[in-house]
């Protein structure tokens, strides 16, 4: 199971770091995700970092601006989020490759 915190309200510019602690004895060899989904919109890739540690991004939506990683003692994975954008407001979900999916955290931009 996944529970996912760290969401809220921020202005465009801002910063946000959001978290995922998974209740896995073998988080250390999980692959583990951050997807987002928009209103009105399908849910998409957002990052993803697998069990050595390699990160992925959706280059064209959060280039250069995201950074996943994980704190395996901590059994989680972070989404630090910079010079966030309107468009980057979405339901952010964690998941991990055994196919569980976290509740979703609320990120807000405002312009």
């Known amino acids: 199971q996944l529970q996912a915190s760290g969401g809220g309200l921020v202005q465009a510019g801002g910063s946000m770091r959001l978290s995922c602690v998974a209740t896995?004895?073998?988080?250390?060899?999980?692959?583990m995700g951050w997807f987002r989904q928009a209103p009105g919109k399908e849910r998409e890739f957002v990052a993803a970092?697998?069990?050595?540690?390699?990160?992925?991004y959706d280059v064209d939506s959060v280039k250069g601006r995201f950074t996943i990683s994980k704190d395996i003692p901590k059994n989680a994975v972070y989404l630090q989020m910079n010079s966030l954008k309107p468009e980057d407001t979405a339901v952010y979900y964690c998941?991990?490759?055994?196919?569980?999916w976290g509740q979703g955290t609320q990120v807000t931009v405002s312009s």
């Open positions: 970092i697998n069990w050595s540690g390699a990160a992925s």
């Open positions: 896995s004895r073998a988080f250390d060899r999980l692959d």
């Open positions: 998941h991990s490759n055994l196919g569980y």
